[in-house]
Each structure stands twice: as C-alpha cells, then as structure tokens.
C-alpha cells in the first residue's frame, strides 16, 4: 500500500502541487491507512461506510472540523487516483456526511498595530536589523511566509527597487517602498555578510549559523514581538498578508492588482478582502 501512496505523492509533485499540501496529504493517507490496517481492513476495498466511519472516529478523538474537512480531502484526491488507476471501484469519501467549516473572516492588523509590531526589533541588534528588515518585507509585499524565507540575494533588485517572488515555478515581481528598499539595501549590503558563513549560499536571510530560516523559526520570532507590542489578536505570518491585502484597498489599490501582488490565480481568492471591507467599515 506504501508503494501507491509514494506513486500519489509523486503524482502531485508532477502537478506541481506545494510542498506543504503536499506533506499534509501524506500525512493524512498514512494515517488513514494505519486505522484501517490495524483492523485488518485493505484501503483497496472500503466503502462508503467505512469513510464515515474514519469521520466519527476522527470527531470522537475532538479533532476540529476543519482538520476533519482537510482529512477528508486528502482522502478524496487519494481515492480520485486510486479509481483511474483502476485500484479501487469507487471513490468512498463521494456524499460522506460531514459538519460544515465555519468560514472564519482574516484576522486583520490595525495600522497602529502593525507599526507597533515593526518597532518592536531592537534597532542596533544584528538579529533585530535582520528581523526588522523581514518583517518589513512580508508586510510591504503581502508574500507568504514559505516565499520570504526561500528568497535569494538574487531576486533582490536593487536598482528597480524590486524583489522576485517564486512560488510553485511561477514567479512575480513586486515593488517596494522607499522606506523598506532602503532597510532591505542596508541588511545586504551590511548585515547579512555578518551572519554569513564560508558554507553559506544564496538565501537572502540567514539564522545565527548562516543558514536558511525554517518556517518554525520565523513563527518564534513572530510570538517574541507580538508579546513586546502587545497585540491580542491572533497573529501568524498570514495575518501580515491579509493585513497588507486589506490596506492596501483601503489605499486604493486596484483588486486585480491585488490580485497580482498577491500572486492568487483566482480573483475570487482576492475579492474576500472587498467582502471584509464591506462588512468591517470600521477596520
């Protein structure tokens, strides 16, 4: 059974599919597979009744729904596969009764409330001019946290003021502002060869052994300064991306320049931020 579920991985990684959803579909088939192997169960004949089944065992150990509705969905691709491989009659997760997810507005930064958060690296501290300088870009442009820390010195433009963002092989070009273009310059020129190692490549930034940031780390450092600015709302790097995309309406931005900036290949994704706009006048 390992071996189909490694010949799906690779099947997504053919789609280009990112690397997390990636992960998480593994992670979730490994699992589902484990349940019904204990029971001495073959993944290959389940119906119906078995994925509801899986679905109440999910909801009896308090899984949320929406990790049951992602669990599901994995579920389904892998199944999708699995029938136009001919390995399976039926795709069993097909009108399966699950709970609805609650569709949750974005947790949006007030103006003040981000400029707190960028005060909050200590200004003549290597570390703190490294993470002024992030913060800085993830919020100026919008980019996903897996973008910030995968960029390289090269897709910095110095002259054009620009940096260059690749998600999944697709690339964009964003614009920065003066005040931020002006920090990015002075940690390249000056700050990233202090925490430069003989071994280290072309990431743009580096942690104390020159080396590329994990997501993890940028998280830890994201909870030390919303602790310093005193902000109660829930803050993960994707607050700073849908904080930047709201602003950047309320400013005027064009939606399908938005759209672009973002890097969203379906407008829909990009009019919830005109939706909240409407239905928070006072954001």
């Known amino acids: ?21 990636i992960a998480s579909y593994e992670r979730d ?9 204990s029971k001495n169960r073959q993944v290959y004949s389940l119906k119906k009744e078995d994925m509801q089944e899986y679905i109440d065992y999910l909801k009896s150990q308090n899984k949320s729904t929406a990790t049951i509705s992602r669990t599901s969905a994995s579920i389904k691709a892998f199944f999708k596969y699995l029938v136009s ?16 997810v609650e569709k949750k507005d974005p947790v949006i930064l007030t103006k003040a409330e981000i400029e707190a958060l960028l005060n909050q690296p200590i200004p003549n501290d290597l570390k703190g001019k490294r993470d002024e300088t992030m913060l800085n870009v993830l919020y100026s442009t919008g980019m996903r946290v897996t973008e910030l820390i995968s960029l390289k010195v090269s897709d910095v433009n110095i002259t054009t003021g620009t940096v260059r963002v690749v998600k999944n092989k697709t690339a964009r070009i964003i614009k920065l502002n003066n005040s931020t273009m002006k920090i990015l310059t002075n940690y390249i020129d000056n700050l990233r060869p202090l925490l430069s190692k003989p071994e280290t490549d072309d990431t743009l930034f580096l942690n104390a ?10 998280w830890k450092i994201l909870k030390q300064y919303k602790e310093g600015a005193h902000i109660d709302k829930e803050l993960t790097p994707h607050t700073l991306r849908h904080s930047f995309a709201v602003h950047q309406l309320q400013d005027g931005m064009d939606i399908k320049k938005l759209q672009e900036v973002l890097g969203h290949t379906d407008i829909a994704t990009t009019m919830m931020y005109n939706n909240y706009i409407d239905e928070h006048r006072q954001v």
């Open 1 to 21: 059974m390992r071996v189909i579920i490694d010949e799906f991985i690779s099947h997504l990684e053919s789609k280009h599919a990112a690397k997390n959803t």
């Open 29 to 37: 088939i490994v699992r589902f597979e484990d349940y019904f192997e």
């Open 209 to 218: 052994n020159g080396k590329k940031l994990t997501r993890q780390g940028f």
């Open 85 to 100: 491989r001919n390995l399976a009659e039926e795709n069993i997760v097909v009108d399966v009764e699950m709970n609805k």
